[in-house]
Antibody, heavy 121, light 110 residues
Framework: EVRVVESGGGLVQPGGSLRLSCAAS????????MNWVRQVPGQGLVWVSR????????DYADSVKGRFTVSRDNAKNTLYLQMNSLRVEETGVYYC??????????????WGEGTTVTVSS | QSALTQPPSASGSPGQSVTISCTGT?????????VSWYQQHPGKAPKLIIY???RRPSGVPDRFSGSKSDNTASLTVSGLQTEDEADYYC??????????FGGGTKLTVL
């Protein structure tokens, strides 16, 4: 079964840091670009970051650039999102999402169940 | 980059058709055929239902169809069923290696 499972969410104070992980299984992880997408409770989806299959190219939403870092360990089939200087408005469910092939069609075909991040004092 | 514009709500009776619009600009929807649509039931993760404007992943009923004209993409759900009641989100490539989502549309099956 193709699946991705997020972990690492929790409660953090404004200005704090958190690292999310995403374990992939059931497919050749090293062949796929991956995304992180955030959903604020009761609101819509926001694209956060993307990384290429080799881990050499990373893109970010303007709002997180310089504070968030996406990375991957293809040997461990794991995706990461290091989040620093967190803001209250970044509270939400963070989804790990696989980019469908070919990657330049920019669609997301496998979603995890998400991990909840709460930024609050 | 501003979010794509979707109507907050849409509705239809079982068996009817409903179309949800997604309006962008000449820099995103108008520039690329990389529009996709996602269905999200309450408490669940989103699910891909349309990609590259009008392609359906395997397993998605052909009641779901997509189209695009100029800066606006559309999702049509034909033969509405009660299980189609969900939130629907569009997304588009926006250049500069960015993706943008629409604000979402809550579809109610009356």
């Amino acid at each position: 079964e193709v699946r991705v499972v997020e972990s690492g969410g929790g409660l953090v104070q404004p200005g704090g840091s958190l690292r999310l992980s995403c374990a992939a299984s059931g497919f050749t992880f090293s062949s796929y670009w991956m995304n992180w997408v955030r959903q604020v409770p009761g609101q819509g989806l926001v694209w956060v970051s993307r990384i290429d299959a080799d881990g050499n190219i990373a893109d970010y939403a303007d709002s997180v650039k310089g504070r968030f870092t996406v990375s991957r360990d293809n040997a461990k089939n794991t995706l990461y999102l290091q989040m620093n200087s967190l803001r209250v408005e970044e509270t939400g469910v963070y989804y790990c999402v696989r980019v469908g092939l070919p990657y330049y069609f920019y669609y997301m075909d496998v979603w995890g169940e998400g991990t909840t991040v709460t930024v609050s004092s | 980059q501003s979010a794509l514009t979707q109507p907050p709500s849409a509705s239809g009776s079982p068996g009817q058709s409903v179309t949800i619009s997604c309006t962008g600009t000449s820099s995103d929807i108008g520039a690329y055929n990389y529009v996709s649509w996602y269905q999200q039931h309450p408490g669940k993760a989103p699910k891909l239902i349309i990609y590259v404007v009008n392609r359906r992943p395997s397993g998605v009923p052909d009641r779901f169809s997509g189209s695009k004209s100029d800066n606006t993409a559309s999702l049509t759900v034909s033969g509405l069923q009660t299980e189609d009641e969900a939130d629907y989100y569009c997304t588009s490539f926006a250049g500069n290696n960015k993706l943008i989502f629409g604000g979402g549309t809550k579809l109610t099956v009356l």
